[in-house]
């Protein structure tokens, strides 16, 4: 078994998340015990999780404590006593009075507070939750694109020291090309890259696409029936010609 083709099936996130079947995560287990590099990718996967789920934590504005305890003096030294020939002790009663007054602004400032907090929480936790929940869709159709018996799966590696890969899932009876970038350098603005399938060492147009920020982000492209290899290579933006075969890219040849 190939480790990194294992690792990049998607069955580490599936097994954290808790989509592997008992079948897939009994296997998952053993090889974690024979490789290292799954234990290691597995660990850091759990670390981005919780990493992202710190991010969402909401920090109150710096200024808020001040301007609570500043309130809160101010109250305390403009409720002096005023009505003093109302009571016999008027010393104790303007007191008793600027307290309550305090107090009532500190259990005002503090629900302010509290419902600010409750808000700006309650927002962060559905938009990570909205992320989460892509995240999850994501890697579903992945799992579903790469389990799918009926793709044959092409690797397009590097051609002269490029760094460009990723995986192509074709089903040749619905003709339906899936591919999961696996490593695109980012390009100029005006460039993109595009998708070939060569049939009988022709190039067919199967797509332009640009870099993905992200890695194993699965795109679908123009649908071939009929194969030979993938290719892709850097074209001008918007390309309607043919390849530039001097900025190939990467080459996998279909087996079918």
């Not at 690792?7 to 009994?26: F, K, N, P, W």
């Not at 159709?141 to 018996?149: F, L, Y």
């Not at 998708?195 to 920020?213: M, Q, S």
Request: charged share 25%; net charge neutral.
């Amino acid at each position: 078994m190939n480790i990194q083709e294992y690792i990049s099936s998607g069955i580490i996130e599936s097994y954290v998340l808790g989509l592997a079947s008992t079948e897939e995560s009994t296997e998952f287990e053993r090889l974690c015990s024979q490789h290292s590099e799954l234990v290691e990718a597995r660990k850091n996967f759990e670390l981005a999780l919780e990493e992202q789920a710190m991010q969402s934590k909401i920090t109150p504005p710096a200024n808020l404590k001040d301007r609570i305890w500043t309130a809160i003096r101010e109250t305390s030294a403009t409720n002096t006593p005023k009505i003093i020939t109302m009571e016999s002790r008027p010393g104790r009663r303007s007191s008793t009075l600027g307290w309550v007054a305090a107090a009532s602004i500190i259990l005002l400032l503090l629900s302010v507070y509290l419902a600010y907090n409750f808000y700006n929480q309650n927002k962060e936790l559905k938009g990570s939750n909205k992320d989460l929940k892509e995240q999850v869709d994501k890697m579903a159709i992945e799992r579903e694109i790469t389990h799918d018996p009926n793709n044959t799966v092409v690797n397009l590696v590097g051609l002269k020291g490029s760094p460009s890969s990723a995986n192509i899932y074709w089903d040749s009876t619905s003709a339906n090309v899936y591919m999961i970038v696996k490593n695109m350098p980012q390009l100029p603005t005006n460039k993109q890259y595009q998708l070939w399938a060569l049939i009988d060492n022709k190039p067919v147009d199967l797509g332009l696409f640009d870099a993905p920020k992200d890695n194993k982000v699965i795109l679908k492209m123009k649908n071939t029936q009929k194969a030979d290899a993938f290719a892709i290579t850097i074209e001008n933006r918007g390309n309607t010609g043919g390849p530039h075969l001097g900025d190939l890219q990467s080459l996998g040849k279909a087996k079918l």
